[in-house]
């Protein structure tokens, strides 16, 4: 079928926005990655630190979660697709109705798609959390493990209703211009998630308290004070009601500021270890990395809200809904879903090279290559990781660097001499 002349300009404009977002996220992520390690990470095979059978175990599981994961993307994409294109009966007279009122229309539509979405993706991830319960990495029971999802769904309508909301009434108000007051939009959403998600939406799924007095926080403020590095708080959580995996994190900004330890870590890592994890938390305060995000976040924005802009209104007029009415909602949420999962494989990239950086951070801060050596070989045991990903899809999924490249990183820190 041939498209016509206003279609095939639309697809083209589409196609050149999108390459220019696609462009500038990977701008964004060479202009805000730190400066690499000096010494590039030593060449190291994954046969001289773990099993066959540990290798194979790990690739098994970690396999089946990457593919779980995209059989999820996959479903939620086909029922968006739907809602949007094939419209059912039933839905199309939900949104005539929704659109009577649009503001209230839209946060009602916003929080129906959101729950959709969520009951969509209950199976696999239910296969997930069984699979991850067979291993042992969760301590979980299905009801606990239902009751989080419960509340991850109501996180998500509540966030869902208020960007529909939003999305609607920017587009009412400002018919072309709207995805560039989106953008602003999600930077705010960004600085504002970042600074109440440790002190509001953390404590709902876990206990938080305060790293008592004693050595381990004594050990972690020196460390703190040597890396000249105001760390805001140090505190545990349960991690261990949930999972076996041992973690560390750092969260919030100014006031809600902090560095968390999992509890299983402080149980179960040697002195060396944890402080070779304080460390690199600290590297991560130390390179302001959750402003590096947001401002990562600023600059992928406009284009990618351009690219939904472009994107969703031409499916929703192509299927016969009207833009800055309710009945666009689902045309516009598959595209953010495709635009968000695109733009993310560039956060990837920026990700891995935070990570890098703040494990170099560790390393010169703690002069213990060792300590990080072992740290890495403890992780991946104990968290079923995959110490060397093969795939292509693989490495652009990644977050962190593998466990043998974070491994080459100290063997060559350690034979330069720091």
């Given at each position: 079928?041939?498209?016509?002349?206003?279609?095939s300009t639309r697809a083209g404009r589409l196609v050149a926005v999108?390459?220019?977002?696609?462009?500038?996220?990977?701008?964004?992520?060479?202009?805000?990655?730190?400066?690499?390690?000096?010494?590039?990470?030593?060449?190291?095979?994954?046969?001289?630190?773990?099993?066959?059978?540990?290798?194979?175990?790990?690739?098994?599981?970690?396999?089946?979660?990457?593919?779980?994961?995209?059989?999820?993307?996959?479903?939620?994409?086909?029922?968006?697709?739907?809602?949007?294109?094939?419209?059912?009966?039933?839905?199309?007279?939900?949104?005539?109705?929704?659109?009577?009122?649009?503001?209230?229309?839209?946060?009602?539509?916003?929080?129906?798609?959101?729950?959709?979405?969520?009951?969509?993706?209950?199976?696999?991830?239910?296969?997930?959390?069984?699979?991850?319960?067979?291993?042992?990495?969760?301590?979980?029971?299905?009801?606990?493990?239902?009751?989080?999802?419960?509340?991850?769904?109501?996180?998500?309508?509540?966030?869902?209703?208020?960007?529909?909301?939003?999305?609607?009434?920017?587009?009412?108000?400002?018919?072309?211009?709207?995805?560039?007051?989106?953008?602003?939009?999600?930077?705010?959403?960004?600085?504002?998630?970042?600074?109440?998600?440790?002190?509001?939406?953390?404590?709902?799924?876990?206990?938080?308290?305060?790293?008592?007095?004693?050595?381990?926080?004594?050990?972690?403020?020196?460390?703190?004070?040597?890396?000249?590095?105001?760390?805001?708080?140090?505190?545990?959580?349960?991690?261990?009601?949930?999972?076996?995996?041992?973690?560390?994190?750092?969260?919030?900004?100014?006031?809600?500021?902090?560095?968390?330890?999992?509890?299983?870590?402080?149980?179960?890592?040697?002195?060396?270890?944890?402080?070779?994890?304080?460390?690199?938390?600290?590297?991560?305060?130390?390179?302001?990395?959750?402003?590096?995000?947001?401002?990562?976040?600023?600059?992928?924005?406009?284009?990618?809200?351009?690219?939904?802009?472009?994107?969703?209104?031409?499916?929703?007029?192509?299927?016969?809904?009207?833009?800055?009415?309710?009945?666009?909602?689902?045309?516009?949420?598959?595209?953010?879903?495709?635009?968000?999962?695109?733009?993310?494989?560039?956060?990837?990239?920026?990700?891995?090279?935070?990570?890098?950086?703040?494990?170099?951070?560790?390393?010169?801060?703690?002069?213990?290559?060792?300590?990080?050596?072992?740290?890495?070989?403890?992780?991946?045991?104990?968290?079923?990781?995959?110490?060397?990903?093969?795939?292509?899809?693989?490495?652009?999924?990644?977050?962190?660097?593998?466990?043998?490249?974070?491994?080459?990183?100290?063997?060559?820190?350690?034979?330069?001499?720091?």
């Open positions: 079928m041939r498209l016509s002349g206003r279609s999108a390459i220019a977002a696609a462009v500038v996220a990977e701008i964004a992520v060479v202009v805000l990655s730190p400066t690499p390690p000096e010494v590039e990470p030593a060449s190291v095979e994954e046969s001289a630190y773990f099993g066959d059978e540990q290798i194979e175990r790990a690739r098994d599981f970690r396999g089946g979660q990457r593919n779980l994961m995209l059989i999820g993307l996959g479903a939620e994409l086909g029922a968006l697709a739907l809602l949007a294109c094939g419209r059912p009966r039933s839905v199309r007279g939900l949104l005539e109705r929704a659109g009577a009122r649009p503001l209230l229309g839209a946060a009602a539509t916003g929080a129906g798609i959101s729950l959709l979405l969520s009951a969509i993706g209950l199976p696999t991830g239910l296969i997930a959390h069984e699979r991850a319960v067979d291993v042992g990495l969760s301590t979980q029971g299905l009801g606990e493990w239902l009751v989080d999802r419960a509340k991850a769904a109501g996180i998500g309508v509540v966030m869902a209703a208020l960007g529909g909301l939003l999305l609607i009434a920017l587009q009412r108000r400002l018919p072309r211009l709207w995805w560039l007051a989106g953008s602003g939009a999600v930077v705010l959403y960004a600085v504002v998630i970042s600074w109440l998600a440790p002190v509001v939406l953390a404590p709902l799924f876990n206990d938080f308290e305060a790293l008592p007095e004693g050595a381990t926080r004594a050990r972690v403020l020196e460390l703190a004070d040597r890396a000249g590095v105001d760390v805001g708080e140090v505190y545990v959580v349960d991690a261990s009601r949930r999972s076996t995996a041992l973690n560390a994190y750092v969260g919030g900004l100014g006031s809600s500021k902090r560095v968390v330890l999992y509890d299983n870590l402080l149980d179960r890592a040697e002195r060396a270890e944890l402080e070779s994890v304080v460390a690199h938390e600290l590297g991560h305060v130390a390179g302001n990395d959750i402003p590096r995000g947001i401002l990562f976040v600023a600059l992928a924005a406009p284009l990618g809200m351009l690219t939904l802009a472009v994107g969703g209104s031409g499916m929703a007029k192509r299927w016969g809904a009207e833009p800055g009415t309710p009945a666009a909602l689902p045309a516009y949420a598959l595209m953010l879903t495709v635009v968000a999962f695109a733009i993310g494989l560039a956060g990837n990239q920026l990700s891995r090279a935070v990570e890098a950086s703040a494990d170099d951070f560790a390393l010169r801060l703690t002069d213990d290559p060792q300590g990080l050596v072992d740290l890495q070989l403890r992780l991946a045991k104990t968290n079923l990781a995959d110490p060397d990903p093969g795939s292509p899809l693989d490495r652009v999924l990644r977050t962190h660097p593998s466990t043998v490249d974070r491994i080459g990183a100290a063997v060559a820190f350690g034979d330069h001499g720091g």
